[in-house]
T-cell receptor
Framework: AQSVTQPDIHITVSEGASLELRCNYSYGATPYLFWYVQSPGQCLQLLLKYFSGDTLVQGIKGFEAEFKRSQSSFNLRKPSVHWSDAAEYFCAVAERSGANNLFFGTGTRLTVIP | NAGVTQTPKFQVLKTGQSMTLQCAQDMNHEYMSWYRQDPGMGLRLIHYSVGAGITDQGEVPNGYNVSRSTTEDFPLRLLSAAPSQTSVYFC??????????FGPGTRLLVL
């Protein structure tokens, strides 16, 4: 069965520090991969996605993610965190064929301290 | 374009009551879906549709019904609400094989 694991429930970083959020997936074949962000009281916003090609994907707000097939991982990174990045981050996967159904990880809550 | 809209924003129900959560999109997307979000659980797929007249079950369909009579609308029905259905509900839409766009959510409390 497919699964998405975000091992860090809560991460705290200082403003200006670098950030890496981990995501591992278990799937029959390489799925489509996504990172979404949810600010308090807001709906989900797509940060970036990987369908094929270059395994280093650039997204909005200065985020990037790297797909590593050998590790079944799709970790999200940002070189310098801003206070406005405080939010909950969700990794998600979808099958390459058929419907668009997303399977989400349980999320990582990011706190940014000044 | 309004994108994906959901009504109501917030609802309180008593156990056993029924209600319909509305979802509409104006992007002519074929795919629409409903997710529920619970603390520590992420988002889980309830039902989805790949076009008018076509619906199917997701991970957690029990207690919910859907229909898709038009491309634009995808209502979610709770026939007999239970406290376990207290959650935040998100509707999403997309072209098939493309990125999903999420609505603002409906917060439901079942007493």
């Amino acid at each position: 069965a497919q699964s998405v694991t975000q091992p860090d429930i809560h991460i705290t970083v200082s403003e200006g520090a670098s950030l890496e959020l981990r995501c591992n997936y278990s799937y029959g074949a390489t799925p489509y991969l996504f990172w979404y962000v949810q600010s308090p009281g807001q709906c989900l916003q797509l940060l970036l996605k990987y369908f094929s090609g270059d395994t280093l994907v650039q997204g909005i707000k200065g985020f990037e993610a790297e797909f590593k097939r050998s590790q079944s991982s799709f970790n999200l990174r940002k070189p310098s965190v801003h206070w406005s990045d405080a939010a909950e981050y969700f990794c998600a996967v979808a099958e390459r064929s058929g419907a668009n159904n997303l399977f989400f990880g349980t999320g990582t809550r990011l706190t940014v301290i000044p | 374009n309004a994108g994906v809209t959901q009504t109501p924003k917030f609802q309180v129900l008593k156990t056993g009551q029924s209600m319909t959560l509305q979802c509409a999109q104006d992007m002519n997307h074929e795919y629409m879906s409903w997710y529920r979000q619970d603390p520590g659980m992420g988002l889980r797929l309830i039902h989805y549709s790949v076009g008018a007249g076509i619906t199917d079950q997701g991970e957690v369909p029990n207690g919910y019904n859907v229909s898709r009579s038009t491309t634009e609308d995808f209502p979610l029905r709770l026939l007999s609400a239970a406290p376990s259905q207290t959650s935040v509900y998100f509707c999403a839409s997309s072209e098939l094989g493309e990125t999903q766009y999420f609505g603002p959510g409906t917060r439901l409390l079942v007493l």
